[in-house]
T-cell receptor
Framework: DAGVIQSPRHEVTEMGQEVTLRCKPISGHDYLFWYRQTMMRGLELLIYFNNNVPIDDSGMPEDRFSAKMPNASFSTLKIQPSEPRDSAVYFC??????????????FGSGTRLTVV | AQSVTQPDIHITVSEGASLELRCNYSYGATPYLFWYVQSPGQGLQLLLKYFSGDTLVQGIKGFEAEFKRSQSSFNLRKPSVHWSDAAEYFCAVGPNTGTASKLTFGTGTRLQVTL
């Protein structure tokens, strides 16, 4: 299994531009999570999906952020317009759930976003 | 609300020495606890997790952690640290309700290993 695949690995964009981050979860995982990591705030959950449906988007900072999961193998996180304070590493993670109720996240390698 | 505290921001140990990283959690029910490791420029890798059963859990790379309900702690240990263990370590807590859900992470402990 290739694991959780995120693209691009690095993104540098100018303030005001639209940015789209992409994630391919592990096949068979029915949960998908978007996290943001910064030095100041650590790891913050932005949104998560179950079976392609958004369950909790309370961590999305503001209307400039949106996330979609059109099918079980693909999700996007979009920022429009981008601002310098959005600079961070964005992680996607997917999770299974077994019959005993256990679950486990697998993280992607992240997208390092720099907004100048 | 659930929360995780990792009181040590930075720890330095000598190679071959033992290691203990502290983690305290606040959670209203039985928690599901995790330790992750992050090397520079990489994503988070699962070291171990506690869901139920034996409170001493073994993980990868020779790590273990012990769940102590009375102390609301889930400390990570390794008897002999290797230079390659230098990384950032995150403790996380999630619901033990039978449904995969969001994890809350601590702020991390950065481990430096001296030769």
């Amino acid at each position: 299994d290739a694991g959780v695949i995120q693209s691009p690995r690095h993104e540098v964009t100018e303030m005001g531009q639209e940015v789209t981050l992409r994630c391919k979860p592990i096949s068979g995982h029915d949960y998908l999570f978007w996290y943001r990591q910064t030095m100041m705030r650590g790891l913050e959950l932005l949104i998560y999906f179950n079976n392609n449906v958004p369950i909790d988007d309370s961590g999305m900072p503001e209307d400039r952020f949106s996330a979609k999961m059109p099918n079980a193998s693909f999700s996007t996180l979009k920022i429009q317009p981008s601002e310098p304070r959005d600079s961070a590493v964005y992680f996607c993670a997917s999770s299974f759930q077994n019959r005993e109720g256990g679950y486990g996240y697998t993280f992607g390698s992240g997208t390092r976003l720099t907004v100048v | 609300a659930q929360s995780v505290t990792q009181p040590d921001i930075h720890i330095t140990v000598s190679e071959g020495a033992s290691l203990e990283l502290r983690c305290n959690y606040s959670y209203g029910a039985t928690p599901y606890l995790f330790w992750y490791v992050q090397s520079p420029g990489q994503g988070l890798q699962l070291l171990l997790k506690y869901f139920s059963g034996d409170t001493l859990v073994q993980g990868i790379k020779g790590f273990e952690a012990e769940f102590k309900r009375s102390q609301s702690s889930f400390n990570l240990r390794k008897p002999s640290v290797h230079w390659s263990d230098a990384a950032e370590y995150f403790c996380a807590v999630g619901p033990n309700t039978g449904t995969a859900s969001k994890l809350t992470f601590g702020t991390g402990t950065r481990l430096q290993v001296t030769l």
